[in-house]
T-cell receptor, first 114, second 116 residues
Framework: KQEVTQIPAALSVPEGENLVLNCSFT??????LQWFRQDPGKGLTSLLL?????REQTSGRLNASLDKSSGRSTLYIAASQPGDSATYLC?????????????FGIGTKLQVIP | EAQVTQNPRYLITVTGKKLTVTCSQN?????MSWYRQDPGLGLRQIYY???????DKGDVPEGYKVSRKEKRNFPLILESPSPNQTSLYFC???????????????FGPGTRLTVT
């Protein structure tokens, strides 16, 4: 059974700092890994999608890496801003028990202090 | 605009009163799924559908039903809601894994359900 763990559960940093969020998963047989952002009481916004054959993806100040063999992904946020404050979720998709399964981590709650 | 819509956004109901939460996508996606999100448990998959008339259980299907009669719609049905189904529900859609964009999921805005 796939398990996804995100560390840390919460993080508070001053504005301008670079930071790294971690995601680990137990089953390396995945199709892809996706990072989402969720604002309080809101839906999920897709940030980056990394296919299983890729090592990293970049979008603006965000960079996500994937090491499938070790079951790890990191989301790097450069020059953090107060508007980055949100919960960041990692989700892996793959085949499990004959069906398409998506497993989410519980998330990292980020607070960027002005 | 490409989007996934859900209705209603908020719903308060009583135990045992059947309800349906609708989900619709305009991206011609084959794959659709329902999740519930609970504090400390994260998002858990309830049901998913690979295409029209093809549905299967996720991690937490008990107490829920779904149907996929049209490609764009994937309603979630609670035949006899109970208080433990109080949660935030999300519908999502994506192309199949074989699609050009892989498996990127697009989420609806969520439906907050309270069962008293």
């Amino acid at each position: 059974k796939q398990e996804v763990t995100q560390i840390p559960a919460a993080l508070s940093v001053p504005e301008g700092e670079n930071l790294v969020l971690n995601c680990s998963f137990t089953d390396s047989a995945i199709y892809n890994l996706q990072w989402f952002r969720q604002d309080p009481g809101k839906g999920l916004t897709s940030l980056l999608l990394i296919q299983s054959s890729q090592r990293e993806q970049t979008s603006g100040r965000l960079n996500a890496s994937l090491d499938k063999s070790s079951g790890r992904s990191t989301l790097y946020i450069a020059a953090s801003q107060p508007g980055d404050s949100a919960t960041y979720l990692c989700a892996v998709s793959g085949q499990s028990g004959g069906y398409q399964k998506v497993t989410f981590g519980i998330g990292t709650k980020l607070q960027v202090i002005p | 605009e490409a989007q996934v819509t859900q209705n209603p956004r908020y719903l308060i109901t009583v135990t045992g009163k059947k309800l349906t939460v609708t989900c619709s996508q305009n991206m011609n996606h084959e794959y659709m799924s329902w999740y519930r999100q609970d504090p400390g448990l994260g998002l858990r998959q309830i049901y998913y559908s690979m295409n029209v008339e093809v549905t299967d259980k996720g991690d937490v299907p008990e107490g829920y039903k779904v149907s996929r009669k049209e490609k764009r719609n994937f309603p979630l049905i609670l035949e006899s809601p109970s208080p433990n189904q109080t949660s935030l529900y999300f519908c999502a859609s994506s192309l199949s894994p074989e699609g050009a964009s892989g498996y990127e999921q697009y989420f609806g805005p969520g439906t907050r359900l309270t069962v008293t």
